[in-house]
């Protein structure tokens, strides 16, 4: 689950979000699953300018264990995530390295 590439499609998010301390909480749980594990690339998908940098405070407490970038376009994501991914898969496939399911 966690070693594939995601899009994470969050463009229907409403309202202002989780507080900077939530986002640190997150991280901090997103983390700990994450343990001893090498996870794919995330790729979040936003809208709005204030959840992308919402999402931005969120991809930078996971910078460490995690490659995860922010983008307001959808073919940008997928470029980036196909750059990133292992080089036998690809943001569209299910080839060994992993693939790119929208999260919801």
């Known amino acids: 689950m966690f070693r594939r590439a995601e899009l994470i499609d969050a463009r229907g998010a409403t309202g202002p979000g989780p ?25 979040i998908v936003v809208e709005h300018w204030l959840h992308y940098w919402t999402a931005r405070v969120f991809s930078n407490f ?10 307001q376009s959808e073919p940008a994501a997928r470029r980036w995530l196909l ?22």
């Open 19 to 43: 507080s900077v301390t939530e986002l640190w909480q997150l991280a901090d749980h997103a983390r700990r699953l994450m343990a001893g594990i090498k996870p794919g690339p995330r790729a």
């Open 62 to 71: 996971l910078t460490g264990p995690l490659a995860i970038e922010v983008f």
């Open 83 to 104: 750059a990133h991914s292992p080089a036998n898969s690809s943001p569209d496939s299910d080839g060994p390295g992993g693939s790119v399911e929208p999260v919801f």
